[in-house]
C-alpha cells in the first residue's frame, strides 16, 4: 500500500506548442516555493494511487529530481505529502 | 472460422471510481445510493466489503444501513462516471474498433481480427486489466469466448480483477452448474417458466429438447436454449455510446396478467424508474415519453406526448405514461405487458445541475413511487425491483412494438 498523499492543486505556468500541445513551465507549490520545470520526460493517463484522482500525469525533472504532475479537468495537481499541507488544505476535502 | 470476444466488466464500477479519487474509503463498506436528502433512495453500487455484510443494489438506503451500520454512503456523481467510463472505452478502443458498450461500465469487444497486432485474446485481456488498474485505478473483469454470451459467462464467473477463458473444451464443466439465471436475457419471468420446468441450471437447458422448449416458451426457447450451448451468433455492434442512443425504453411482460389501472400503475412506476435511472446513468433527459401496451391476444400499441421541459424523474415519467394509458385503453382484456420509453433524448452533461430528481418533484410524488415499489416488492417480491433495475439499448428492440416478444431482462449493473 503505497502512503497516503493529499491531492495540493496548484499554479502552474504553461507553454503552449503550434500544434497546442502543453507543457508546464512553472510550478507553484506555495508563495516562497516557485519551481522551475527542466524538462517534461513523460506523459501519460496514469491514476495517482496515492492521493486520488485519473488525469494526465506529467512526469518532470525539477532541480534533478523526477516529480509527478496530474492535469486533471483543467486543474493541475501533485500528491503532497500531509505535513507540507497548510491546516485549511489538509482539512479540506479531496473532492469537491 | 472462430470468432475471439472479450466482454469487460468493471467491479462496483461506481464504488470503485469514488474509492479510487477518495483514498480514505478504500477498504470500507461503501455505497452510492441515489437521492440520500429524501431518505428515499436506493443503493446503486456497493464496494466489496459493502457486500459482504449484505448490502444489495436496489436496496433501500435504510435496509442497507440495517445490514451495515458503519456504511458509508456516497451520494453519484454521474458526470464523473462517464468521463472514467470514456476513457475505459479509448483503452478498449485502442485494440480493436468493434467495441460494443453495454451499459457505462461494461462492454464486448471483438478482437478476433487483432492478434497479429496486440497478440493472443488471453495476452490481449491481460493488457487491458493491467492499464485499466494503472490509467483509471480501478479494476475490470474480463471473460474471453468465441461468443457474446459465453464472454458475458466468463466476466461474471470470477470477480473482482479476473480473467476467465470459456472454450468449447471447459465448456460444460465452467458453465453447466451455473444456475440458468445467470444467462443473460433469463429474466423472473423466464426464470420462473423454466424452474417450474424444472430447468434450473445452464446445463440442463442446454440438453433439452427443442420441442419441449418451443412448447413451453416459444421461439424465445430456442433462442436461449442455442444461448446456452454456447453458440450466440450476434455481432458485436460497434457504436457510440450517448449519441447512439436514441431512446431509453424498459418493457416487461408482467408476472401475471395486468387486470386493472392499480396493476399497470405499478409496472409503470416500476419501469420508468429503471428508464429514469440509466437516463440518470448517461447525464441525459428526455422530452418524449412513450407508452407500450400488450394485451391477452397479443395486440399491441404504443402512444407518446411530447413534454413541456425535458425530465429524468421516474415520477414524471410514469406520471405521463399512466396518463397516456388511462387515455387510450379501456380494459376490453387483461394486459400481458407493458413498457415505458424515454426518447429525444438531451445531454445535460454540461451546465445542468444534476441533482437526482428535479427539484420540481415534491416529496409526496416520491412517496408514491415507494409506495408502488413497495406493494410490487410485497406482491411479486423483492427481486422484481432490482431485476428490472437496468436495461441497456442492445435490448431495446425488447420493446420495439413491431415485435411480438418481449424479452425479460435478468440484468442488472453492478
Ligand atoms: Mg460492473
Not at chain 2, 255 to 263: F, G
Not at chain 2, 364 to 393: C, F, N, P
Request: charged share 25%; hydrophobic share 35%.
Amino acid at each position: 500500500m503505497e502512503e497516503r498523499r493529499i491531492r495540493k492543486y496548484v499554479p502552474v505556468t504553461l507553454r503552449v506548442d503550434e500544434n497546442g500541445k502543453i507543457r508546464p513551465l512553472v510550478i507553484e507549490f506555495d508563495e516562497q516555493h516557485k519551481y522551475l520545470v527542466d524538462k517534461v520526460l513523460d506523459v501519460r493517463r496514469a491514476a495517482c494511487q496515492s492521493a486520488g484522482g485519473v488525469g494526465d500525469r506529467f512526469t518532470c525533472r525539477i532541480q534533478g529530481q523526477e516529480t509527478y504532475i496530474w492535469l486533471e479537468k483543467g486543474r493541475w495537481f501533485i500528491a503532497a505529502k500531509p505535513e507540507y499541507l497548510t491546516p485549511d488544505e489538509a482539512e479540506s476535502k479531496p473532492e469537491t | 472460422m472462430g470468432r475471439e470476444i472479450l466482454h469487460c466488466d468493471a467491479n462496483c464500477f461506481y464504488a470503485a471510481v469514488e474509492m479510487q479519487r477518495n483514498p480514505d474509503l478504500r477498504g470500507k463498506p461503501v455505497a452510492v445510493c441515489g437521492n440520500q436528502e429524501e431518505r428515499h433512495g436506493i443503493v446503486l453500487t456497493a464496494s466489496y466489503p459493502a457486500k459482504r455484510r449484505g448490502v444489495k443494489t436496489g436496496m433501500a438506503i435504510w435496509q442497507a444501513r440495517q445490514a451495515c451500520p458503519e456504511l458509508v454512503v456516497v451520494p453519484p456523481d454521474y458526470p464523473e462516471y462517464m468521463r472514467i467510463s470514456g476513457m475505459l472505452r479509448e483503452i478498449f478502443g485502442s485494440y480493436t474498433n468493434l467495441v460494443e458498450p453495454f451499459g457505462l461500465d461494461e462492454a464486448w469487444l471483438d478482437v478476433s481480427g487483432s492478434r497479429e497486432l496486440f497478440g493472443s485474446p488471453m495476452e490481449i485481456a491481460e493488457e487491458i486489466s493491467a492499464r485499466v488498474k494503472f490509467e483509471l485505478g480501478i479494476t475490470v473483469s474480463i471473460g474471453v469466448s468465441n461468443n457474446k454470451i459465453t464472454a458475458k459467462l466468463g466476466s461474471d464467473y470470477k470477480k473482482p480483477d479476473a480473467i476467465t477463458r470459456i472454450m468449447p473444451n471447459n465448456y460444460e464443466q465452467i458453465v453447466y452448474p451455473l444456475p440458468v439465471e445467470d444467462l443473460l436475457y433469463v429474466g423472473p419471468a423466464t426464470s420462473a417458466k423454466l424452474r417450474r420446468a424444472g430447468i434450473s441450471t445452464i446445463g440442463k437447458l442446454a440438453e433439452c429438447s427443442e420441442d419441449f422448449l418451443s412448447r413451453r416458451l416459444g421461439k424465445m426457447g430456442l433462442v436461449l436454449k442455442t444461448f446456452a450451448m454456447g453458440l450466440d451468433p450476434t455481432p458485436v455492434h460497434p457504436c457510440d455510446h450517448v449519441q447512439a442512443i436514441k431512446s431509453v425504453g424498459n418493457g416487461c411482460t408482467a408476472p401475471r396478467d395486468l387486470v386493472n389501472d392499480d396493476d399497470v400503475k405499478i409496472m409503470l412506476y416500476l419501469l420508468s424508474e429503471s428508464v429514469a435511472l440509466r437516463l440518470r446513468e448517461l447525464a441525459a433527459r428526455c422530452s418524449v415519453v412513450g407508452l407500450y401496451v400488450r394485451d391477452c391476444e397479443l395486440a399491441s400499441f404504443t402512444r407518446q406526448r411530447k413534454l413541456q421541459e425535458p425530465t429524468c424523474s421516474s415520477a414524471e415519467i410514469a406520471e405521463t405514461a399512466f396518463d397516456l394509458f388511462k387515455r387510450n385503453y379501456h380494459w376490453d382484456m387483461p394486459l400481458r405487458g407493458v413498457g415505458v420509453r424515454g426518447s429525444e433524448l438531451v445531454d445535460t452533461t454540461n451546465g445542468v445541475q444534476l441533482s437526482l430528481y428535479a427539484d420540481s418533484i415534491k416529496r409526496e410524488k416520491w412517496e408514491k413511487i415507494d409506495g408502488a415499489m413497495d406493494r410490487l416488492r410485497h406482491r411479486y417480491g423483492y427481486l422484481s425491483i432490482q431485476r428490472a433495475i437496468v436495461q441497456t439499448d442492445p435490448l431495446l428492440a425488447a420493446v420495439d412494438p413491431s415485435q411480438h416478444t418481449i424479452h425479460p431482462v435478468g440484468y442488472f449493473a453492478g
